[in-house]
């Protein structure tokens, strides 16, 4: 992919920044592969000083902290606009990209008063009867980024007339471990050496499908091999309670000396070297599934609900998509577990899936490229 003959580009991602999952993971990939493409810039504005933030400063990228904002709160919102306001007009951007329906709420019309480019980039599906989305409309962006075909699709009731331009995140292909740290981890986490780790990793968030994970585990209680991981903790007291429901249910069901809560984890791509096969049985749609695709980077065969982006990444060379429900479910985990050469087969074929869609060095040009053009 060739280097744009426009110049360099000067990028600033506002984002709210309290939380970390999808988004926060790109963006810190952003900032760990942006030398593919040497001629952008990518700074951030972030409304709260959280984890995100500690690790782009960790990166040695340029952080701009904006103040709390709260769409119920004018005096916050005020403030936190006047800050971004300043941040554009000494850092001379180019481009601003707004990540959510909340940050394009409050932020979007300080970019477009200051004049730079406006970039929607949307991570999940618009509610069309939700207020923020409503309130975002008002401020209409050059063009809406999407990371999948599914996305790209979704919500073209919202900003309509805009161009929509699909780039999937970029995904790195990680170095396999060796055997002992691979069988030291394990056995960290009190597992066998010979057996088939089933791992999930996601927050704690009732869509992600950890209950049918569950269920169509306790199909297989009979079998032996298996041994269950559920990687990810809870960010809101909602999510607390979620994970305190599912801990009771393994319980209740007496898988709990197989089925083990790491709890959030700052290691998952070792976690998904030291697994077997990946298995996330979303109840709806995953816009993305950055965690599929690490899976797949990692070597791991995969087994996924049958909507949202997984459509577009999972095929026969890599796993299994199925329809809703533990039975479906537990069916692919059972061939999985059972069928060494048909879970080696399809690890073979994970990260050669992983990088034709979500190649590093392309993804962050290609993406480059397109800000470049808008400049």
Known sequence: MPRPEHGPVRVLHVHSGNM?????????????????APWMTTDFALCFDEKIARDLRGLAARVHILGSARLRSPLRMGAARKVLARVLEAGGYDIAVCHSAWSHAIFAPVIR???????????????????????????????????????????????????????RYPVPIGQPVGASARAALRASLGTGANDIVILHASRMQAWKGHRVLIKALADLRANPRWTCWLAGGAQRPIEVRYENELHAEVTKLGLAHRIRFLGQRDDVPAIMQASDVYCQPNISPEPFGVAVLEALAAGLPIVTAAMGGPLEVVNPSCGFLVGPGERAVSTALAVLVDDDEKRATLSRGAPVRARELCDVETRIRELAIEFSRLK
């Open 20 to 36: 970390f999952g999808g988004v926060e993971w790109f963006l810190r990939t952003l900032v760990r592969y942006g030398g593919h």
């Open 113 to 167: 008063k200051q004049g730079a480019r406006l970039v929607h980039f949307t991570h999940d599906v618009p509610n069309p009867l939700g207020w923020v989305e409503r309130l975002a409309g008002r401020t209409t962006p050059d063009v809406v980024f999407c990371n999948t075909r599914f996305m790209e699709n979704s919500g073209r009731w919202w900003f309509r007339e805009v161009p929509r331009k699909m780039v």
